[in-house]
């Protein structure tokens, strides 16, 4: 495919190219100061790339029929910019809530870590070539890697980066071998070109559903959905706290970008096939997740659980995309992702805030803390009630928006399991807000401080809860447009 190169390609890819420039930065400020002035490093990060939004909703936006860019290489839609924003907005709250953070808030290399990871998923939602996809993933991932051990004198933290980087290496070799196939049937690498090359082609049914079923293999490490879920509990445990929030909200979200993408492009024809691996994916994913959840002591682990059992909801509206008459399906996914993502981060925000002060992520350490700072406590009701989906947050909303693309498309019985696990999950939400609010501790009388770069952070993320919650019809309409670029 050749796509011949036009002016509008370098505004298509401004903050790509913005955020390459604020690395830089970074990278020069890290070099230059001495670490007793590099505290401000967060704040440049987070403002930088607060800068980078702005910039791309005033002449990013794609305007008219999705087009191909970059020899083919990339996507200009909605879909990709909506989730380009959406990684821009996680970053830059991750930033904030690491500047307080011992043994991370002054390290430049940290940050430029940050930005890298980031820069692959904005790629990842935009890839329209078996070969940018793999090489958005990977830059995606080899930071992750990096980050999920960057407390190298912490043993829980380096186990956490080694066995994410064993087991990412893993999958993604598998969904290398899957891409491959894809190119040995068909002779091109184009998202858009592989469907009607393999139909031309005549490919049997085993050969399409055989590299399908290698290809999920790294989407569902990514989005941590069953039976690849295994490394998310000990990574999250381990990774320092905001990098653990990073990882469950934005690398999920560009994980989910790239399947519904991959999905609807390349597989179209086996859509009934699947939609039914999807659906039991779904089934598997949440009932696990909460399943688990039950039993856990640490709060880390408790809402790396609770992430997979997220993971199972957003893929019932990826099971009903794959039903004929869905109207609702990837609008239900893009609208739950961009919810979660604020959600999930103001959880992991107030769960590092504590964190820095007990020094313990045991849920019994949360004991008393509604007396030691009702705010953090509030952040906490906000964000548990929200993921559990309780009105008038915004995950009951998104819950809602989800298990009604499922009832559309006659997935009742997807739907009801979906809201029995929302049950089982609001118990051990409950759970823990019982021991924030219910239970004594020694030290309730010493008051826990929040730093400026916390509250800030945890600030924007609450208002963003109520606000989806309450005043939902902007964002439903953003992510309807998103997800009408995939039709």
């Known amino acids: 495919m050749t ?33 007793e002035r590099r505290g401000g490093l967060g704040w440049l990060t987070a403002g930088g790339l607060t800068a980078i939004i702005l910039v791309g909703f005033a002449v990013a936006m794609p305007a008219g029929e999705p087009r191909l860019m970059w020899g083919g290489m990339l996507r200009h839609d909605w879909l990709g910019f909506a989730f ?31 930005l890298a990871s ?9 890839a329209a070539d078996l070969v940018m996809l793999y090489l958005a993933i990977e830059t995606t991932s080899i930071p992750l890697y990096v980050l999920a051990g960057f407390l190298t004198r912490d043993d829980k933290s ?66 941590s959905a069953v039976p690849l879920q295994f490394w998310a509990p000990d990574v999250y445990e381990g990774a320092p706290t905001p990098v653990a929030g990073f990882l469950s909200t934005a690398s999920k979200a560009a994980g989910f970008a790239v399947l519904v993408r991959v999905l609807m492009a390349v597989f179209p024809g086996i859509q009934p096939y699947w939609g039914a691996v999807i659906s039991a994916l779904a089934v598997a994913t949440m009932t ?4 688990f959840a039950l039993s856990q002591k640490n709060i880390k682990r408790l809402l790396a659980y609770s992430s997979i059992a997220h993971a199972g909801y957003a893929l019932i509206g990826v099971a009903a995309i794959s039903m004929p008459g869905s109207t609702l399906g990837a609008t239900s996914v893009v609208f739950y992702l961009i919810t979660y993502v604020v959600t999930n981060l103001a959880a992991f925000g107030a769960v590092a805030a504590v964190g820095r002060v007990t020094g313990s992520d045991e849920i019994a350490s949360y004991a008393g803390l509604s007396r030691r700072s009702p705010w953090l406590a509030l952040v906490l009701l906000v964000a548990l009630l929200s993921l559990s989906g309780m009105p008038p947050f915004g995950g009951f909303v998104v819950k809602f928006a989800v298990f009604a693309a499922a009832v559309e498309v006659n997935l009742i019985w997807l739907a009801v399991i979906g809201v029995l696990n929302s049950i089982i999950g609001l118990y051990y939400y409950l759970t823990v807000l019982k021991v924030v609010y219910l239970y004594r501790s020694e030290e309730e009388d010493k008051p826990m401080p929040v730093p400026g770069g916390y509250a800030l952070g945890l600030l924007v993320l609450c208002v963003g809860i109520l606000l989806i919650g309450t005043l939902f019809a902007p964002w439903f309409s953003f992510s309807s447009g998103a997800a009408a670029a995939l039709f």
């Not at 011949?4 to 913005?18: D, K, Q, R, S």
């Not at 696990?288 to 399943?291: D, S, T």
């Open 3 to 35: 796509i011949a190169f036009e002016p509008w390609m370098y505004v298509a890819v401004l903050p790509e190219i913005l955020l390459v420039v604020l690395t830089l930065v970074v990278l020069g400020l890290d070099l230059a100061l001495p670490e």
């Open 84 to 114: 380009k924003l959406t990684a821009l907005f996680a970053a830059a709250a991750t930033s904030l809530l690491s500047m307080d953070l011992a043994q991370v808030g002054k390290r430049g290399e940290y940050y430029l870590l940050l």
């Open 118 to 126: 980031t820069l692959g998923m904005m790629l990842m939602g935009s």
């Open 158 to 223: 380096t186990e956490a980066g080694f066995k994410y980087l064993l087991f990412g290496a893993m999958t993604s070799a598998v969904m290398l071998y899957g891409f491959s196939l894809l190119y040995g049937f068909t002779g091109s690498t184009n998202l858009y070109e592989l469907a009607s090359l393999a139909q031309a082609g005549q490919l049997s049914l085993a050969s399409v559903f055989g590299s399908l079923l290698l290809v999920l293999v790294g989407f569902a490490f990514k989005i």
């Open 288 to 291: 696990l997740g909460n399943f």
